[in-house]
């Protein structure tokens, strides 16, 4: 099944960072609440953005979340140290959110990583920058995979992140980052693939629009995973819908469930426009309903 890890505690956030700085705990436990609620599976802590802070505000938000939900986390920062203690602290096997190609960021993750009984986010990302085809990510994956199973961690929990990059910029990235995800998909089964999905629409207008309609496309090109916000109940449902269109929701048993719980529902205020009458009176009308909300 799609595995959504929930983005929404993250320092850098102005609501997230306030209520952090002043320990308010009741807003961070109603968000991972709601979070949890809604389907996450893991819900991402990064407490990275109030510098010099960062372990104590980790230290701090893991004590406030797992007293509230049992959803596992992903121990989001850049720092050995902080992920250290974090593991410590953490009830569930967590994900660890990340490592890449950089060879700083490798050298100092690694050690971290060995004899680690976790889920890894693999970033396709080398010290050139980001991958420029889908080809280079295909084989910044291959590379990452080989040296994650090195260290003892198992294919299926790898995560690759082939780093979805604006459209906006270059109208092609949409296209390479599918091409890239099915790549990975037949050069290394077993993996797992996620991202930051609302990458692909920076800059751009009606951004939830295009966020929704990409993660169908990625779906259908392999992804089985995304870094979103679950709190989103219509991406919630284009996600479960598209799990059932490409066969991975047996008996649409899923989609039915939502269904029932109201989590996936026409909306009742779709546009509706009378129809003009023509000819006689006695013709028949007919409305046209907008049914794509």
């Known amino acids: 099944m799609f595995c959504v890890v929930g983005e929404r505690i993250n320092t850098s956030r102005k609501k997230v960072q306030e209520a952090v700085a002043e320990r308010d705990a009741a807003y961070i436990q109603e968000d991972v609440k709601k979070q949890q609620g809604a389907g996450a599976d893991f819900i991402d802590v990064n407490a990275g953005a109030r510098i010099g802070h960062e372990m ?38 967590p994900m660890i959110n990340s490592i890449s190609l950089e060879k700083e960021r490798y050298a100092a993750m690694a050690p971290f990583l060995k004899g ?51 459209v906006g910029t270059d109208t092609l990235k949409a296209v390479m980052v599918m091409e890239a995800v099915k790549g990975i ?38 992804m ?19 799990q059932m269109l490409i066969g991975k929701d047996d008996f649409c048993t899923e989609y039915l469930k939502a269904v029932r719980a109201g989590e996936i529902q026409q909306n009742g205020n779709a546009d509706c426009y009378p129809a003009q009458k023509h000819g006689t009176s006695g013709e028949s009308c007919f409305r046209l309903c907008d049914l794509s909300h």
């Open 56 to 93: 104590e505000d980790m230290k701090w938000l893991l004590d406030v979340i797992q007293e509230t939900v049992t959803v596992p986390l992903c121990l989001d920062s850049p720092d050995p140290k902080v992920l250290e203690m974090a593991y410590q602290m953490v009830k569930e096997k």
């Open 116 to 166: 680690k009984e976790c889920k890894v986010i693999a970033l396709c990302m080398d010290d050139s920058g980001m991958p420029e085809s889908a080809r280079d990510t295909v084989d910044r994956a291959e590379k990452l995979v080989r040296k994650l199973e090195d260290l003892g961690v198992k294919r299926d929990a790898i995560f690759v992140d082939p780093l979805v990059q604006p």
């Open 185 to 222: 998909r037949k050069k290394l089964p077993g993996v797992h693939i996620t991202g930051g999905l609302s990458n692909i629409s920076f800059g751009l207008p009606q951004r939830k629009i295009i966020n929704r309609t990409f993660v169908c496309l990625m779906m259908s090109a392999g």
């Open 224 to 242: 089985d995973s995304a870094i979103i916000d679950p709190l989103d109940q219509a991406m919630m449902a284009t996600i479960k819908t598209t």
